[in-house]
């Protein structure tokens, strides 16, 4: 008489039991795929891929004498003075806004908060905290106009062609 029940029993302490080891199994999976994930963030390189500091600005005989080029892409003047070409950065040295050069005015002008600066980057006036930086100029092997971005001047220096 007695015996459903004990099998009635006995299936539900089956079926509780697989549920259980089902949550068991789901959770181990679950913990596997995280470790992965998280493995995988910590063993893959954490680098960051940039572009090279130093821009090819070409044949030095591309900037006439007496002349201010701007290349708005790199953010670099590239200017011819009396004494050689030298190379400038573009950005301002206030909070960072890509200056202009003005020929009809023969200085350039930050468009952010009114800085102005003659073509040797000195300042004229604004808030500006300091000159524009030269950056590293030379000539390759093959006689073109290299400018390293990352390598600010402390001196100014000319590369005469
Ligand atoms: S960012 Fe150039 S003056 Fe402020």
């Given at each position: 008489?007695?015996?459903?029940d004990?099998?009635?029993?006995?299936?539900?302490?089956?079926?509780r039991?697989?549920?259980f080891?089902?949550i068991g199994?789901?959770?181990?999976?679950?913990?596997?795929?995280?470790?992965?994930?998280?493995?995988?963030?910590?063993?893959?390189p954490?680098?960051?891929?940039?572009?090279?500091?130093?821009?090819?600005?070409g044949?030095?005989?591309?900037?006439?004498?007496?002349s201010?080029?701007?290349?708005?892409?790199?953010?670099?003047?590239?200017?011819?003075?009396?004494?050689?070409l030298?190379?400038?950065?573009?950005?301002?040295?206030?909070l960072?806004?890509?200056t202009?050069?003005?020929?009809?005015?023969?200085?350039?002008?930050?468009?952010?908060?009114?800085?102005?600066?003659?073509?040797?980057?000195?300042?004229?006036?604004?808030?500006?905290?300091?000159?524009?930086?030269?950056?590293?100029?030379?000539l390759?092997?093959?006689?073109?106009l290299?400018?390293?971005?990352?390598?600010?001047?402390?001196?100014?220096?000319?590369?005469?062609?």
């Open positions: 008489m007695n015996e459903p004990t099998r009635e029993t006995k299936n539900a302490e089956t079926s039991r697989q549920a080891v089902q199994v789901g959770s181990i999976c679950v913990a596997c795929a995280g470790a992965t994930v998280f493995g995988y963030e910590f063993l893959a954490n680098v960051l891929y940039e572009p090279s500091p130093i821009t090819n600005a044949k030095p005989d591309r900037y006439p004498a007496d201010v080029t701007q290349d708005q892409q790199s953010g670099i003047y590239i200017v011819h003075g009396p004494e050689g030298y190379a400038m950065s573009a950005v301002c040295t206030h960072g806004c890509l202009a050069w003005k020929p009809e005015l023969g200085i350039v002008a930050c468009p952010c908060h009114g800085s102005k600066f003659r073509r040797d980057g000195s300042k004229i006036e604004g808030p500006a905290p300091r000159p524009l930086v030269w950056l590293k100029a030379y390759s092997d093959e006689g073109d290299l400018v390293d971005r990352s390598s600010p001047l402390e001196q100014k220096q000319y590369v005469r062609t």
